[in-house]
C-alpha cells in the first residue's frame, strides 16, 4: 500500500497545479495534440523526442561538437588584418644635446626635437600557423573524447524518461482496470439491493434489509466516482512525464491481460557492470582525466609556430596624406619567420596541475569499482524485490479469486432464501478489499520489473523492443 500512497501523493500534486499546468499550457502558440489508441513504446518514444531533458542533452551534444571544432581551429591558419590611422595633435617632445644638431651650441644646452609627425598610419596582415603544440594534439582528443561523453548523457536522460513514462502508463492501466471491476461489483449488488428492496416493499423482508444493502451500494458508487477522478489524475500525470500540455487529449491501448511478469526475471545468471550507461559514463570520465594529464605533461614541450607579415607606415604633417594608400608616403614593410616557445620554470604549476588530475583519476577509479558493488546490490535487491512480488502478486490473485467465489455463492444462497444480506454485505467488503490487495500488489510487481530491468541496465532497450 505504501507505493500506492507515493502516487496518490503525486497525482494530488498535480491535481492541485493542473490549473496553472493548464494555463501555462494556454499560452503556447502551438495547436493540441490528439494522440489516439497510443502503446507504451509509443508513449515512450514520444516522450523522448519531446521531453525537455533529452532536447537539453542533444543540444549539450551539439555545444560539445561546436568545442571541437573550437579547438581544430586553434591549429589551423590564423589570419589578421590591421588599421590605425593616428593624429598626434600634441607630437611629444624629446630633448637632445644643442651641439648635436648646432656644433657652436654651448655645452651643457639642450633643444626640443620632434621626432614623430603630427599624423601617422600602420597597415598590417598577418598570418600565424602553429606547427607543433603537444597541448594542442591532446586538447583536440579530450574535446573529441567530451562529445562522446555527451552522448552518453542523452541515452541516460532517455533511460530515466523510459522508467517515469513505464510507471506512470501502468499506473494508469491499472486505475483504468479497477474502475472497470468497481462498475462491475456496483451493479452485482445494485442487482441485489433492487431484489431486496422489492421484497421489502412485498413484505417479505425488512427495511434494514435494504437499507444496508443501499449503504453498500452507495459506498462502491463514491469509490467509482474517486477513480474517475483518479484516472484523470493518471491520465495528467502520463501526459506531463511524455512531455505533452494537460490540454493534449491521449488514449492508450494496453491491457493487462497482456502484461507479463515472469519470474525467471529475478534470476540472473551473471551481473555486468558495463551494460550500465552511468558505468559508460564513468568509463568516459576516466578518459578525459588521462587526456587531461597527458595534456599537462605536454605543456613541458616546446611550442613551435610559423608567421608572415606583410604591411605598411607612413606620417606626414598633412592629415589629407593618410588616406591616398597608394601615396608614395606608405612605405611597405614585411617579415616571416618561425617563434619557438620554450617553457623553462613556472613555478611547478604544472607539476601541481598534474598532482590535481592524477587523484581525480583516483577518484573516478574509485567510483568504477564502488559502482560494481552498487549495481550487484541494486541487481539482487531487485531481483528478491521481483520475486517477492510475483508470488504476493499470485496470493492476492488466488485471493481475490476466492472472494469472488465466496460473494457469488453468497449472493446465490440470498436470492434463493438461505442466506442474510449481511452475508452479502460482507462478502462483498472482502471481495472489493481482495481485489485493492491484488491491483496493490500488480502495481508493486510492475515497478519492481521496471527497477530490475533499470538496474541490468536493460530498461530501454526491453521496453523498445516488446
Known amino acids: 500500500m505504501h ?50 531533458e533529452v532536447k537539453n542533452a542533444q543540444l549539450d551534444n551539439q555545444i560539445a561538437k561546436a568545442k571541437v571544432g573550437e579547438v581544430r581551429a586553434q591549429g589551423l591558419p590564423q589570419l589578421e588584418a590591421s588599421l590605425s590611422l593616428v593624429d598626434n595633435y600634441k607630437v611629444p617632445v624629446n630633448f637632445l644635446p644643442a651641439q648635436i644638431l648646432n656644433p657652436q651650441a654651448p655645452e651643457g644646452e639642450f633643444v626640443g626635437v620632434e621626432f614623430q609627425p603630427q599624423y601617422v598610419g600602420q597597415s598590417k596582415i598577418e598570418l600565424q600557423q602553429l606547427v607543433f603544440s603537444g597541448s594542442y594534439i591532446l586538447g583536440l582528443k579530450a574535446a573529441a573524447t567530451y562529445t562522446e561523453l555527451s552522448k552518453k548523457q542523452i541515452i541516460q536522460s532517455k533511460i530515466d524518461i523510459a522508467e517515469s513514462v513505464s510507471k506512470a502508463y501502468y499506473t494508469l492501466l491499472i486505475n483504468r482496470e479497477r474502475l472497470e471491476l468497481l462498475k462491475q461489483n456496483y451493479n ?10 422489492a421484497l421489502y416493499e412485498n413484505g417479505f423482508a425488512e427495511k434494514i434489509d435494504a437499507d444496508r444493502l443501499k449503504v453498500s451500494s452507495n ?79 605536454a605543456r613541458y614541450l616546446p611550442t613551435l609556430a610559423f608567421f608572415a607579415n606583410y604591411g605598411a607606415n607612413m606620417g606626414s604633417p598633412e592629415a589629407k ?81 476466492l472472494a469472488q467465489e465466496i ?45 530490475l530491468q533499470k538496474s541490468q541496465g536493460t530498461l530501454y532497450t526491453v521496453t523498445t523492443k516488446e
Open 3 to 52: 507505493r500506492f500512497l507515493t502516487l496518490f501523493s503525486v497525482l494530488f500534486f498535480l491535481l492541485l497545479f493542473g490549473s496553472q499546468l493548464k494555463a501555462q499550457g494556454n499560452t503556447q502558440t502551438t495547436s493540441t495534440k490528439d494522440l489516439e489508441n497510443y502503446t507504451l513504446e509509443q508513449c515512450i518514444e514520444y516522450a523522448i523526442e519531446n521531453r525537455v
Open 188 to 197: 452485482r449488488l445494485d442487482t441485489v439491493y433492487q431484489q431486496t428492496k
Open 321 to 401: 596624406d593618410l588616406i591616398p594608400f597608394s601615396s608614395d608616403r606608405w612605405v611597405a614593410n614585411g617579415s616571416f619567420g618561425l617563434s619557438l616557445n620554450i617553457p623553462v620554470f613556472d613555478s611547478f604549476q604544472k607539476h601541481y596541475l598534474i598532482q590535481q588530475e592524477k587523484f581525480r583519476l583516483l577518484k573516478t577509479e574509485n567510483q568504477m569499482r564502488d559502482f560494481s558493488r552498487i549495481v550487484d546490490l541494486q541487481v539482487s535487491q531487485s531481483s528478491i524485490t521481483l520475486q517477492n512480488s510475483i508470488d504476493k502478486l499470485k496470493f492476492q490473485e488466488e485471493n481475490m479469486e
Open 219 to 297: 459506498n462502491i458508487k463514491m469509490e467509482i466516482q474517486n477513480f474517475e477522478r483518479l484516472i484523470e489524475l493518471s491520465d495528467m500525470l502520463l501526459k506531463f512525464q511524455m512531455g505533452l500540455q494537460q490540454e493534449d487529449k491521449l488514449t492508450v491501448s494496453g491491457s493487462l491481460e497482456k502484461l507479463e511478469i515472469d519470474a525467471s526475471e529475478a534470476l540472473v545468471a551473471q551481473i555486468n557492470p558495463e551494460q550500465r550507461i552511468e558505468f559508460s559514463l564513468l568509463q568516459t570520465q576516466k578518459d578525459l582525466n588521462l587526456l587531461q594529464i597527458r595534456e599537462y605533461k
Open 407 to 451: 460473494f457469488r455463492v453468497t449472493k446465490i444462497k440470498y436470492e434463493e432464501g438461505v442466506g442474510s444480506n449481511l452475508e452479502v454485505v460482507e462478502a462483498e467488503t472482502a471481495y472489493k478489499e481482495a481485489q485493492t490487495n491484488y491491483y496493490s500488489a500488480l502495481y508493486d510487481a510492475m515497478v519492481a520489473k521496471i527497477d
